[in-house]
């Protein structure tokens, strides 16, 4: 199988349905992230079929449950993950990528110029910062993709989803536990609306997607 069919029935396998032209941007997308990958460290993984696997299909992992032409921040996006993935096969999305490290945003704002992207840019910044440039409570989701904990992350995150927006979490196999764990943490300040425990199509990988809404009225009582 070749990498383009690899990628174009991974992501079938999640509901995805991948066209030629946006297989055609998956492919420069993954030469220039090996390109830029070789002064900075984007990722660990150097196998083609493993960055399409564990980048590019994880990210379209959560597909299901995003909307077209909403609003969407990712917050340490590092290699662009899993943002331009999602950009690529929702269009009508406007994305931006919170990173911490400079070298990063310059990379995923070259990758969206080569891929000739709209509505989506890289701002330098950490999500902890008031000073970030990144507006506040605005956004229709806020992702997050293996960071922290699940109940620091949801907080941290909360800070930028609208009133009706959502949180989503990708995590991996420790996922279920984790939310666990979380609840405790948490109480009642964020709702589980929906999730999601799966396998990456053909490998033995587990992931596991928490989807959150953040109860404000709660935060505001349990704060006054």
Known sequence: ????????????????????????????????L???NEGINLTAIKDDREIVLNHFIDSL???PFIENDRSLLVICSGGGFPGIPLKIVHSGLKV?????????????????RKLQLKDIHAVWGRAEDVENKVPRESFDYVVTRAVGSISDTARLSSHYVSE????????????????????????????????????????DLMRSIFILKHNRSSSISQNS
């Open 1 to 32: 199988m070749s990498l383009g069919d690899f990628l174009i029935e991974g992501a079938r396998e999640l509901g995805v349905i991948v066209s030629d032209n946006e297989l055609d941007l998956f492919l420069l997308y993954l030469e220039n």
């Open 34 to 36: 090996k390109k830029w």
């Open 61 to 63: 992992s959560i597909v």
């Open 96 to 112: 931006t990528l919170l990173d911490s490290v400079n070298k990063k945003v310059s990379f995923m704002n070259d990758t969206v």
């Open 164 to 203: 009706n927006g959502a949180i989503v979490l990708m995590r991996g196999k420790k996922g279920p536990k984790e939310w666990i764990l979380a609840k405790e943490e948490i109480g009642g300040d964020f709702e589980l609306v929906d999730s999601k425990k799966f396998t990456l199509p053909q490998s």
